[in-house]
């Protein structure tokens, strides 16, 4: 059932390659364009919508928090993204022209349907970016769209993550096709860097778990961790702070690099981890300079600097201790490459100290209680 591998947690990160490709198959036409009339509403009432409010939990809300960089810069509508449990209880602003996106890896959590069914008493249109068919969310909500990531076993959500992301491009992507806010040109060309993206993960997998594995073990006994990143970097940064709390029990903390400043970085003393998230130096130099320099505040601290950074990203190879690398993609497309080492770095972290990764303390995989 594991396929070989030591753990389900082991295989399904191995599977983020397919669950990329599969959540991508099916949904284009012979002209190349996006083509979701599965999802069960009709272009027109697409065409309406002017705000969007992701809703979802955990790493489902980090995937939410990804597509929300994109989706604003592609259709020019607002997106918010909200924590499920917190969503009802403010009184958020909903109209027939709201597309409520609820994410969900099982379709059963009870959080993201409770603001779901609020949504919808509220006149707002649902649709549910799922991972399991037949599941109670997308049941409930106007509309549907799958990641195709198959079966997620281990408790600690991975392949799901990226399918995640990529089912809410192809949703903003959409959004942009009938909405008309981008040349066809633009959407073909965001769409054939998708289709890429398998490739440069299974080179993460390949080439880069060796050295990931290393880091893990000179870190196994750190009592804490920074994660720290910028832009699509952030929700990066939470997801892969997530992930080692989750499984290695490790005390860790994600957050913006920018608020460095306004706090966080009282907590970096010598030896201290801290994991960066490094944008490409191409095209958003000034993104990347600020990161840089983040880095060499918390060094100048005596921080030990974890970076996952372009290959071949000079400032990163100088300034931290330790560079994960991933291949050159656009700014948009890097959180799929990005937290792949950091999904290995927590697995590795977990197995080091002896414990089960499938199954960690605490945790269901479904939280079906508010
Ligand atoms: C993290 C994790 C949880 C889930 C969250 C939402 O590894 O597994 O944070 O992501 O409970 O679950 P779904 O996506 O099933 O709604």
């Not at 750190?222 to 994660?227: N, T």
């Not at 706090?263 to 990347?288: N, Q, T």
């Not at 991933?326 to 770095?345: E, G, K, N």
């Amino acid at each position: 059932q594991k396929g070989g591998w030591d753990s389900y947690m082991d295989k399904e990160i191995h599977e983020d390659p397919q669950a990329v490709a599969d959540t991508l198959l099916g949904r284009f036409d012979t002209n190349g364009d996006l083509n979701l009339d599965e999802v069960r509403i009709d272009p027109e009432t697409f065409r309406q919508i002017d705000k969007i409010i992701i809703v979802a939990c955990g790493t489902a809300s980090y995937a939410g928090l990804v597509a929300k960089y994109a989706i604003e810069h592609w259709v020019r509508i607002p997106v918010e993204v909200e924590l499920a449990h917190e969503f009802r209880y403010r009184d958020p602003i909903l109209t027939p022209r709201t597309l409520v996106v609820a994410i969900s890896q099982s379709g059963e959590t009870m959080d993201t349907l409770m603001a779901l069914r609020h949504a919808r008493e509220q006149g707002s249109q649902v649709l549910a970016i799922c991972n399991t068919q037949g599941s109670t969310i997308p049941r409930e909500s106007d509309a549907v769209l799958y990641t195709h990531a198959g079966p997620e076993i281990a408790v600690a959500s991975t392949k799901a993550f990226v399918a995640q992301i990529v089912a809410a491009y192809l949703l903003g992507l959409y959004l942009a096709q009938v909405k008309g806010t981008m040349f066809r040109d633009e959407i073909h060309q965001i769409v054939d860097s998708l289709k890429v993206m398998p490739e440069k993960i299974q080179w993460v997998l390949d080439t880069q778990a060796e050295k990931v594995a290393r880091a893990a073990t000179s870190l196994v006994d750190a009592k804490s961790f920074l994660f720290l990143g910028r832009h699509v970097g952030y929700p990066v940064a939470m997801e892969g702070a997530l992930k080692l709390k989750e499984i290695a029990y490790t005390f860790t903390e994600g957050f913006a690099a920018g608020e460095l400043k306004h706090g966080p970085i009282a907590l970096v003393e010598p030896g201290e981890p801290i994991v960066v998230i490094v944008p490409s130096s191409r095209g958003r130099d000034l993104l990347h300079n600020k990161v840089i320099s983040a880095i060499e505040e918390v060094k100048a601290r005596g921080a030990f600097v974890v970076a996952v950074a372009e290959e071949g990203d000079p400032d990163a190879e100088r300034y931290a201790d330790v560079v994960f690398y991933r291949p050159a993609c656009p700014t948009l497309m890097s959180p799929l490459v990005d937290v792949v080492p950091l999904q290995l770095f927590a697995l590795d972290m977990a197995k080091n100290k002896g414990l089960d990764v499938d199954k960690p303390r605490n945790l269901a995989k479904s939280v079906t209680v508010e």
